[in-house]
C-alpha cells in the first residue's frame, strides 16, 4: 500500500514542489521584490465604468481590488520561486512584448520615405495589364457551321448568354482581368493565345482545357506605373515601408544588445 503510494506521480510533484519552497526560504532567492502593493481606487472604478456603463457599488468595487490583489501576490509568489524561468510560454509571451516596444520606435511615415521607397520597388507594385473579354465555348469538337455564326458580327451580351450551351457554368464575359487570371480558369495555354489578339473581333476557335471557345476582345489597358495617388498602392507602400523600418531597428537593438553577453558554447 505504502510502495504504491510512493509511486503515484502526485506524490512526487507535492514532494519537489515542497522542496523549491523549502530552497527559496532557506536562500531568500528571487530577488528583493517590495512588499507593498500600490493601489489605485480611481483605476478600478474607471475601469468598471467603461465596462458597465455606471459606478461600482462599494461591494463590488471591493470584489475587484480583491481580486486583482489575489492575482498580484500569486505573481509575486511566482516571481520569487523563479517559476517564469525556463519556462516556453512566458519566454515567447515576454519576446512578444520586447517585439512590440520596438515596433513603437519607427516614426511615422513622411511622403518622400514613401516615394523614395516606392522609386526603389516599383516593379514591386506595378499592376499588370487587362483585358475585357467575351467568350462562348463550342465543345470538344468546334464544327465549322459553329465558328462562322461569329465571323463579322458584335454580338451583344444578351444574344452572347443564349448562344452558349452552358456546360462549362464559366461567365461569358470578363472585365479587367489578368492574363494571369485567365490562366487560372482556362488553362496557361488559351490565356497566353489570347493574349496575342487584337481587339474588336471574335477570334478562334481557341482551345482552352475545356475545348473549343470564340473569344472577342473587348479592350486592353497596358501596364500602369504605380503612383501613391492610388490609394490601395499608396497603402501596400506603407505597409511594407513600416515592416522593414521595425525589421532593421530590431536587428540593430538586438546586435547592440548582444555586446553585453559573452556566449560560451558548452557541451
Not at 462599494?58 to 524561468?85: F, H, K, P, S, T
Request: charged share 20%; glycine share 6%.
Amino acid at each position: 500500500m505504502i510502495k504504491r503510494i510512493i509511486n503515484e506521480p502526485l506524490i512526487h510533484f507535492l514532494i519537489a514542489a515542497l522542496a523549491i519552497f523549502a530552497l527559496y526560504s532557506l536562500t531568500g532567492s528571487g530577488g528583493s521584490e517590495s512588499s507593498t502593493v500600490l493601489i489605485n481606487k480611481n483605476q478600478f472604478a474607471e475601469r468598471w465604468q467603461r465596462a458597465w456603463r455606471r459606478p461600482p457599488t462599494e461591494q463590488e468595487l471591493r470584489g475587484m481590488i480583491d481580486e486583482y490583489l489575489n492575482d498580484e501576490v500569486l505573481y509575486r509568489e511566482a516571481l520569487r520561486l523563479g517559476l517564469d524561468r525556463e519556462d516556453a510560454v512566458v519566454r515567447n509571451r515576454m519576446l512578444q512584448k520586447m517585439k512590440f516596444l520596438q515596433d513603437q520606435r519607427v516614426p511615422p511615415a513622411a511622403e518622400a520615405d514613401l516615394q523614395n521607397w516606392l522609386d526603389e520597388n516599383e516593379a514591386t507594385y506595378q499592376q499588370a495589364a487587362t483585358m475585357t473579354l467575351k467568350q462562348i465555348y463550342l465543345g470538344q469538337q468546334a464544327a465549322q457551321q459553329s465558328i462562322a455564326k461569329f465571323a463579322g458580327k458584335a454580338i451583344n451580351d444578351q444574344a452572347l448568354s443564349a448562344l452558349d450551351d452552358g456546360l462549362l457554368g464559366i461567365a461569358n464575359r470578363f472585365e479587367n482581368i489578368s492574363t494571369t487570371e485567365l490562366a487560372g480558369k482556362f488553362g496557361l495555354e488559351f490565356a497566353n493565345s489570347v493574349d496575342t489578339l487584337a481587339a474588336g473581333s471574335w477570334q478562334g476557335p481557341i482551345t482552352s482545357g475545356y475545348g473549343q471557345h470564340m473569344v472577342f476582345v473587348v479592350a486592353r489597358t497596358t501596364v500602369a506605373s504605380p503612383d501613391l495617388s492610388n490609394p490601395t498602392i499608396k497603402q501596400r507602400v506603407e505597409n511594407d515601408w513600416l515592416n522593414a523600418q521595425q525589421q532593421r531597428l530590431r536587428a540593430q537593438q538586438v546586435q547592440e544588445l548582444r555586446e553585453n553577453f559573452t556566449v560560451e558554447f558548452v557541451e
